[in-house]
C-alpha cells in the first residue's frame, strides 16, 4: 500500500488560468508546454516544469502530495483527471504562479522522475464570482510515460469530428491545433457578425479552414480550390 509522505496546501493566484510545478533551476519554458494536446487536456510539460490549466483566473486551493508510490486511483470522485511526467534532479519541486511568485513554496523530494496525477474538482463554478474550483497534485517516483486524462469534464470533452460538407478530410482537437501551427494563414472571411473563420494553406498545397464548428473552435476542414474565393487575404485591411 502506498504511504503519503508529504502533504501542502495553499492558496495561489492562477494567473492566465494555469500554475507549474517545477524543477528548482531547470528554466523549463512554459511557452512550450501549451500545444493542442496540453490545451486540450489542462495539463502538459516540458523538461523542468509542469504546467496545469486551471478553470478559473483567481486565487484557487491547490493540495500537493507527496507519495512513495501509486496511490489509489479514484476519479470517481473528480471532475477532471489528468497524468503526465517530471523529472525532478535537483531535489526540490517548486510550486510557482505564472506572472508572479516563482518561488511561491517549495517540497523536498529525492531526485528522479516522478509521475504527477492532477485532479481537477467544482470545475462547473470556475466562471462564479464565488468559484469553488480547487485542484490535487500527486506525485511519486515513476519512470516517465505518456500523458493521459483518465476522466474528462464534460466541458473540456473533445468533440466528435465535425462533418465536412465538401467530402474531403477533417482534423479536430488537438491534432487540428498542433497542425495549424505547420501552415500558413492566408484568408480570413466571416462567418456570422461575430465569428470568423480562417483559411490555411499545408505544405502540400492543400487548403484547410479553421473557425467555431465545434464546441472547442479548433476544428480543421479541408476544402476545395474552388473556394478560397470567400475569403480576403490575410491580414485584412478591413
Known amino acids: 500500500m502506498a504511504e503519503l509522505l508529504e502533504r501542502l496546501e495553499r492558496a495561489m493566484m492562477a494567473e492566465h488560468r494555469q500554475f507549474y510545478l517545477e524543477d528548482d533551476g531547470a528554466e523549463?519554458?512554459?511557452?512550450?508546454?501549451?500545444?493542442g494536446s496540453a490545451l486540450e487536456n489542462h495539463l502538459g510539460a516540458v523538461p523542468g516544469l509542469v504546467a496545469i490549466g486551471t478553470g478559473t483566473q483567481d486565487t484557487v486551493p491547490i493540495l500537493i502530495?507527496?507519495?512513495?508510490?501509486?496511490?489509489?486511483?479514484?476519479?470517481?470522485?473528480?471532475?477532471?483527471?489528468?497524468?503526465?511526467?517530471?523529472?525532478?534532479?535537483?531535489?526540490?519541486?517548486?510550486?510557482?504562479?505564472?506572472?508572479?511568485?516563482?518561488?511561491f513554496a517549495e517540497l523536498t523530494v529525492n531526485p528522479g522522475w516522478y509521475r504527477i496525477r492532477v485532479s481537477f474538482d467544482r470545475l462547473d463554478t470556475s466562471d462564479d464570482l464565488d468559484h469553488q474550483d480547487?485542484?490535487?497534485?500527486?506525485?511519486?517516483?515513476?519512470?516517465?510515460?505518456?500523458?493521459?486524462?483518465?476522466?474528462?469534464?464534460?466541458?473540456?470533452?473533445p468533440d466528435d469530428a465535425t462533418a465536412n460538407p465538401y467530402g474531403l478530410r477533417v482534423m479536430t482537437g488537438a491534432r487540428a491545433w498542433d497542425e495549424r501551427l505547420k501552415m500558413s494563414m492566408i484568408g480570413i472571411r466571416d462567418i456570422d457578425p461575430h465569428r470568423k473563420a480562417f483559411l490555411y494553406r499545408d505544405t502540400e498545397g492543400a487548403y484547410?479552414?479553421?473557425?467555431?464548428?465545434?464546441k472547442t473552435a479548433i476544428d480543421l476542414l479541408e476544402i476545395p480550390a474552388s473556394e478560397i474565393f470567400r475569403y480576403e487575404p490575410y491580414p485584412s485591411k478591413r
Not at 28 to 35: F, L, N, Q, Y
Not at 78 to 99: I, K, P, Q, W
Not at 138 to 146: G, R, T, V
Open 28 to 35: 523549463g519554458d512554459s511557452g512550450e508546454v501549451w500545444t
Open 65 to 103: 502530495e507527496v507519495w512513495d508510490a501509486e496511490p489509489d486511483l479514484d476519479v470517481d470522485g473528480h471532475d477532471h483527471v489528468a497524468e503526465t511526467s517530471l523529472e525532478v534532479r535537483s531535489g526540490t519541486l517548486l510550486l510557482a504562479e505564472c506572472m508572479g511568485n516563482d518561488r
Open 134 to 157: 480547487s485542484y490535487r497534485c500527486q506525485l511519486w517516483p515513476a519512470p516517465k510515460a505518456p500523458d493521459r486524462v483518465l476522466k474528462w469534464f464534460e466541458g473540456w470533452a
Open 208 to 214: 484547410w479552414e479553421y473557425g467555431f464548428h465545434g
